[in-house]
């Protein structure tokens, strides 16, 4: 079409999607979201939504699929769940006002950042990751933005990067340019491990892009200073995050360099063969698994630490005993146990409330949620303040 033919707003419309070509457009009019041409068809096809067509006294009507603007919270999952990228064009400007309503991209929701729209779309893994290469190295930067733990580490071999990816099944995978025009490892990645992958060309010098992020003159803190390709990964996924989000990602405060010789090295074959988070025989992630059978936790924290415990048991001998005088504390006292647990219930995902508050999408139900948490923590402090124990008041004290 020419763009002589085309109105205002479906010029408007044109110039965000070039902007984000990879991605399903919602432009929102009025009190709608509107997607059209090849969005259309996707959104007919993933979320049943009927296809009509814009200007059909036309020569090549564009077709055009549309739903109410409440309805987002019911479609927008569903299209990232099939792992497309959704791009939301808002109005920001008076629609009241006798020119063209200006619309701008608020932000690129990806299958790793869409439990950062709602508190009910919350996740247990909302794991993103970052992968450099030089010199036959490759370096893995790990977010967990559901739980703000950011690590980064090392692998000498692509063999021994897929073992942790497997543990990991990380949302989606940020590749520099030389690693996704990699045929053979972009295939591997695609279609073993059925990773969302996709490609960000960064416009910051890493190094100065992670200092400015963390406000220090160096990273030494973060004991990471003299890994660059370490700090390369980190900044390749903290800069595609902020620009799909248009937001500063400032409550990430923190990274580390994450060492593997503490764990025991356990391989796909010997996850898989033991059952231990997915059952070959029912193929399930589920039932019938090591950890669905000891998952008797009470918080999404409790979960995600317990998942990671069985694919990285331990090595040290002083810390696994820590773990298990801890368990035998609350063992010996079933009263002060049953009411932790029951207080416990009761305790939402901090980090993920306040990673929302810190970018401004905050609901009602966020702020009503923060209060119980807290509110129980204050209730199990105290019940471990008054119990014998001098093991759990030490825990209390750090």
């Known amino acids: 079409m020419e763009n002589s033919d085309l109105t205002p707003a479906m010029s408007q419309y044109y110039e965000l999607k070039e902007q984000n070509s990879d991605a399903i457009l919602f432009f929102r009019m009025w009190d709608f979201y509107e997607m059209f041409d090849d969005d259309a068809i996707i959104a007919n096809k993933v979320l049943w939504i009927a296809v009509t067509s814009r200007n059909k006294n036309a020569t090549k009507p564009t077709p055009l699929a ?5 309805a987002k919270e019911k479609y927008l999952p569903l299209l990232v769940e099939a792992w497309y990228k959704v791009a939301i064009a808002e109005q920001v400007s008076d629609p009241n006002l006798k020119w063209i309503v200006r619309r701008e ?21 909302s794991n993103i990751i970052s992968i450099s290469w030089t010199n036959n190295t490759f370096w893995l930067s790990i977010l967990n933005i559901w739980e703000n733990k950011w690590k980064t580490c090392e692998f000498e071999s692509f063999e021994l990067l897929q073992s942790e990816l497997f543990k990991l099944a990380p949302k989606e995978v940020v590749l520099e340019k030389k690693l996704f025009t990699n045929i053979e490892i972009k295939e591997t990645l695609e279609r073993k491990y059925l990773l969302n992958i996709y490609f960000y060309e960064p416009k910051t010098e890493a190094y100065k892009n992670l200092i400015s992020h963390f406000k220090t003159i160096n990273l030494n803190a973060f004991w990471i200073e003299q890994y660059k390709e370490a700090i390369r990964a980190s900044s390749l996924l903290l800069e595609y995050l902020e620009n799909n989000q248009k937001s500063d990602f400032d409550f990430l405060n923190s990274i580390s360099y994450l060492d593997l010789s503490k764990y025991m090295k356990l391989d796909e074959s010997t996850i898989r063969n033991l059952d231990l988070v997915y059952n070959i025989a029912t193929k399930s992630t589920k039932e019938w698994t090591l950890f669905w059978i000891l998952n008797k936790t009470k918080t999404s924290m409790w979960w995600s630490l317990m998942y990671e415990s069985i694919l990285k048991p331990l090595n040290n001998k002083e810390e696994i005993e820590k773990r298990q005088e801890f368990v035998e504390e609350f063992l010996k006292d079933k009263i002060l146990l049953d009411k932790t647990r029951t207080e416990l219930s009761s305790i939402s995902n901090i980090n993920g409330i306040l990673n929302r508050i810190a970018l401004n999408r905050t609901t009602p139900r966020d702020l009503i949620n923060l209060k119980n948490s807290l509110t129980s923590i204050l209730k199990i402090i105290n019940l471990i303040k008054d119990s014998p124990s001098k093991k759990l008041n030490e825990i209390i004290k750090l």
């Open 66 to 70: 549309w739903f109410p603007f409440h």
């Open 105 to 125: 991209i608020i932000r690129v929701v990806t299958p790793a950042t869409i439990w950062l729209e709602w508190e009910n779309y919350e996740t247990n893994n």
